[in-house]
Nanobody, 120 residues
Framework: QVQLVESGGGLVQAGGSLRLSCAAS????????MAWYRQAPGKQRELVAG???????NYTDSVKGRFTISRDNAKNTVYLQMSSLKPADTAVYYC??????????????WGQGTQVTVSS
């Protein structure tokens, strides 16, 4: 069994900051790419930021310079530091982890989602 537990969402005023965390636990042998997605009401889920096992990062254009993705491999955790938040960033944020289970099978796993609401 693999679990992804997210935390850190909430309500913040425009211009504020939040830090999301996503910890993976269970029968994990190795972790590959980790990422954050978001889904706003009535919109498709979109990739916000990703980080490879070697630390290479990528961001969607709308968050570049404001969001920072990082990971702690010792803790099997990925973070998303969000600054200068805008109302347009309001969405449910999901972490996504590609990992190798102890059964030696790779798979894609999702967190339960955490709500981020930015008020104007």
């Amino acid at each position: 069994q693999v679990q992804l537990v997210e935390s850190g969402g909430g309500l913040v005023q425009a211009g504020g900051s939040l830090r999301l965390s996503c910890a993976a636990s269970g029968s994990i042998f190795a972790i590959g790419n980790m990422a954050w997605y978001r889904q706003a009401p009535g919109k498709q889920r979109e990739l916000v930021a990703g980080i490879t096992s070697r630390g290479t990062t990528n961001y969607t254009d709308s968050v570049k310079g404001r969001f920072t993705i990082s990971r702690d491999n010792a803790k099997n955790t990925v973070y998303l530091q969000m600054s200068s938040l805008k109302p347009a960033d309001t969405a449910v944020y999901y972490c996504n982890v590609y990992l190798l289970r102890a059964t030696m099978r790779w798979g894609d796993y999702w967190g339960q989602g955490t709500q981020v609401t930015v008020s104007s």
